[in-house]
């Protein structure tokens, strides 16, 4: 039984820097093969489910590795829980939540035995149950307010709910109710909608798992504003994700892009030549390259230049000189683009191949049978 929930199957399975994690934000270990790195500090950070973790003090000792299921201190009783990281990089992985060292005072009694995995399956048989009359029961007190989900504690004594909720509830008589009706000690947890999303998981557009499900646990604020710095179309159907937010992803690459485009000319500056007057019309930003159009709107007389190219004539413009035309400067894009050799290859050229062989074949084949001789 106690198999089920160890990381990989078994404690001899699971590798020491990485494991087959059944869990959310798994974390690998790349100091793993140090030797005497475990010894370093006696922290040690469980998951519990999905993406609840917590940092715990190893004051027992105890040989721990990771995927190993244990038993640490409750408020009140013990809970059970899955050792998902050990040795240097756990007050690292404190810090980066901006927790102190001192912060993890806890304990870890023991390993977890059969009894302690017994009360747990126990436990954990009642969740959805749970979670399913909770809502009914804040319905009924009239609550403006979502129960997402419900954990229970190990030793089956107590109870988190998840719950989302857009403005301040006052959730004291519901606290009351649960408590009578589940006989549990109860403690209320408010997570928001992307928090939400990691907690259920999912796959993003991108074909991976959703990053708030695996390795992403502090939200940063995302606004249109990197969108449009991406030139990215403002679709909100393409810009949301599964929690109905804008993608957490879109802040990935912000910095790059607002690097790139200081390099490039400022959009409101047109190019004076002595033929046309041409404007601003769209702008490659990791390539450096700047299309321009000789009407505001539409898409006339393109030339595509590079950024050095159009400070030059923009340095001509100030000075009250004026180039004859944008058409005899070299265009950006002509520069020859570096291509994947494969890519110039048909998908089906050894298809052909055999296809010739196969012929070839069966002509010999057909040459070398002996012609049929003449009585006469």
């Given at each position: 039984?106690?198999?089920?929930f160890?990381?990989?199957?078994?404690?001899?399975?699971?590798?020491?820097?990485?494991?087959?994690?059944?869990?959310?934000?798994?974390?690998?270990d790349?100091?793993?093969?140090?030797?005497?790195?475990?010894?370093m500090t006696d922290l040690?950070?469980?998951?519990f489910?999905?993406t609840?973790?917590?940092?715990?003090v190893?004051s027992?000792?105890?040989?721990l590795?990771?995927?190993?299921?244990?038993?640490v201190e409750?408020?009140?009783?013990?809970?059970?829980?899955?050792?998902s990281?050990t040795?240097?990089?756990?007050?690292?992985q404190?810090?980066?939540?901006?927790?102190?060292a001192?912060?993890g005072?806890?304990r870890?009694?023991r390993l977890?035995?059969?009894?302690?995995i017994?009360?747990?399956n126990?436990?954990?048989?009642?969740e959805?149950?749970?979670?399913?009359?909770?809502?009914?029961?804040?319905?009924?007190l009239?609550?403006?307010?979502k129960?997402g989900?419900?954990e229970?504690?190990g030793?089956?004594?107590?109870?988190?709910?998840?719950?989302?909720?857009?403005?301040?509830v006052?959730?004291?008589?519901?606290?009351k109710?649960l408590?009578?009706?589940?006989?549990?000690?109860?403690?209320?947890?408010?997570?928001?909608?992307?928090q939400?999303?990691?907690?259920?998981?999912?796959f993003?557009?991108c074909g991976?798992?959703?990053?708030?499900a695996?390795?992403?646990?502090?939200?940063?604020?995302?606004?249109t504003?990197?969108a449009?710095c991406?030139?990215?179309s403002l679709?909100p159907?393409?810009?949301a994700?599964?929690?109905?937010?804008?993608?957490?992803?879109?802040n990935?690459?912000?910095?790059?892009?607002?690097?790139?485009?200081q390099?490039l000319?400022r959009?409101?500056?047109?190019?004076?030549?002595?033929?046309?007057?041409?404007y601003?019309?769209k702008?490659d930003?990791?390539?450096g390259l700047?299309?321009?159009?000789?009407?505001r709107?539409?898409?006339a007389n393109i030339?595509?230049?590079?950024a050095?190219?159009?400070a030059?004539?923009?340095?001509?413009?100030?000075r009250?000189?004026?180039?004859?035309?944008?058409?005899g400067?070299?265009?950006?894009s002509?520069?020859p683009?570096?291509?994947?050799?494969a890519?110039?290859?048909s998908?089906?050229?050894?298809?052909?191949?055999?296809?010739?062989?196969?012929?070839?074949?069966n002509?010999?084949?057909?040459?070398?049978?002996?012609?049929?001789?003449?009585?006469d």
């Open positions: 039984m106690i198999d089920k160890i990381c990989g199957g078994g404690r001899g399975l699971s590798a020491k820097g990485c494991c087959l994690h059944d869990k959310q934000l798994n974390t690998y790349y100091l793993a093969d140090v030797p005497g790195a475990q010894q040690v950070e469980v998951q489910k999905n609840h973790k917590d940092y715990y190893n027992n000792h105890l040989s590795q990771k995927g190993d299921i244990v038993a409750g408020t009140p009783g013990h809970d059970i829980g899955t050792v990281l040795g240097p990089l756990v007050p690292l404190m810090s980066k939540q901006r927790l102190k001192d912060a005072t806890k870890i009694y977890a035995r059969e009894v302690d017994e009360k747990y126990e436990a954990k048989a009642r959805q149950d749970t979670m399913i009359k909770s809502r009914a029961i804040a319905k009924n009239g609550l403006d307010m129960i989900d419900v229970y504690q030793d089956g004594n107590k109870a988190i709910f998840y719950y989302i909720a857009d403005q301040r006052d959730f004291r008589e519901l606290i109710v408590a009578q009706e589940f006989g549990i000690r109860i403690e209320m947890r408010q997570i928001g909608a992307r939400e999303a990691g907690l259920i998981g999912g993003g557009p991976r798992e959703m990053c708030c695996t390795w992403l646990k502090n939200f940063n604020t995302v606004s504003g990197a449009r991406q030139d990215v679709n159907q393409k810009l994700g599964q929690c109905a937010k804008l993608k957490c992803c879109l990935y690459e912000v910095s790059a892009y607002t690097e790139a485009t390099k000319p959009r409101d500056i047109h190019l004076e030549t002595e033929d046309a007057t041409y601003f019309f702008a930003i990791l390539a700047v299309s321009y159009s000789t009407d709107h539409l898409a030339v595509t230049l590079t050095e190219q159009a030059e004539v923009i340095e001509m413009n100030r009250g000189e004026k180039p004859a035309s944008l058409a400067i070299p265009s950006g002509e520069k683009i570096v291509m994947d050799l890519e110039q290859d998908l089906t050229r050894f298809d052909k191949s055999k296809r010739k062989k196969k012929r070839k074949n002509r010999n084949g057909r040459n070398n049978q002996p012609k049929p001789q003449n009585d």
